[in-house]
């Protein structure tokens, strides 16, 4: 039986099955990226919920794990070289979890960094832009009286949303035939964006044609539709 006890962490969430990849999440836009790519993979996972509300991220054992104090993160027993491995955030994970299967990343050089570049577009751009905005609109922002950061944030969201329905254009998934961890990184954060959010009409949302068909046909995805899910909130 693997043994994690070198991380904080299993102390205080102690791991069932410490051979399963360990996961420390909520199903938020960025939670659930990992839980989804694990879906996908098939592999062998043991969530473990974190609760923001309750700021379970800033406790000694988590931030053992992430000093950043934000989730996902993750515990791999049979990382490099085949000893225990922790990681965050969760573009990174993604990344680590397409390699070491070999799947939802091109194997051409070329096409892997061009899968990347819409990961980082997602980490850099689309996530704090579209977390600002939620802010906004429909956090404690929403009663801040000047209005113009909200309006610059959903400025900003059309711009981006612009930038997604101009790549999706003649194309399934974000790389074309081929679904990636670069659609896996979207995924959550359009659908809450004009979900969660209910900002869809603040950004035009329903002029748009590719990015609304795209989502649609990533949340039919079964895997998706489990990643959204785990782990369970209580």
């Given amino acids: 039986m693997t043994d994690l006890s070198a991380f904080p962490i299993t102390s205080r969430l102690p791991a069932q099955h410490p051979d399963r990849i360990q996961l420390y999440s909520l199903p938020t836009p960025n939670g659930v990226k990992v839980s989804i790519a694990l879906e996908e993979l098939g592999l ?3 969530p473990h919920l974190i609760d923001i509300g309750k700021n379970e991220t800033w406790g000694p054992e988590f931030l053992s794990l992430n ?3 934000k989730i996902p993160a993750i515990i791999d027993p049979d990382g490099p070289g085949g000893k225990p491995f922790g990681l965050f955030e969760s573009g990174a994970i993604l ?8 799947k939802l990343l091109p194997k051409d050089a070329a096409q892997r960094y061009e899968t990347i570049q819409w990961v980082m577009f997602q980490m850099a751009a ?11 609109h429909k956090f404690a922002g929403k ?3 000047d209005k113009r950061p909200r309006d610059r944030y959903v400025a900003e969201s059309k711009r981006l949303l612009g930038v997604l329905e ?5 194309r399934d998934w974000i790389m074309g035939d081929e679904y990636t961890i670069a659609d896996i990184s979207l995924l959550g954060w359009v659908r809450n964006l004009v979900g969660f959010y209910d900002a869809g009409g603040l950004v035009d949302y329903a002029s748009l044609k590719n990015v609304p068909a795209w989502l649609e ?9 489990r990643g959204l899910d785990s782990p369970k909130r209580v």
Avoid: C, H, S, W
Avoid at 126 to 136: E, K, T
């Fill in 126 to 136: 689309v996530g704090p832009i579209f977390g600002q905005l939620g802010f906004f």
């Fill in 166 to 170: 101009t790549r999706l254009a003649g």
């Fill in 95 to 102: 990344v680590y979890l397409a390699e070491k299967t070999g």
């Fill in 217 to 225: 046909r990533g949340l039919a995805r079964p895997a998706v539709q």
């Fill in 67 to 69: 000093p950043n104090g």
């Fill in 44 to 46: 062998p996972y043991e």
């Fill in 143 to 145: 009663d801040y009286e």
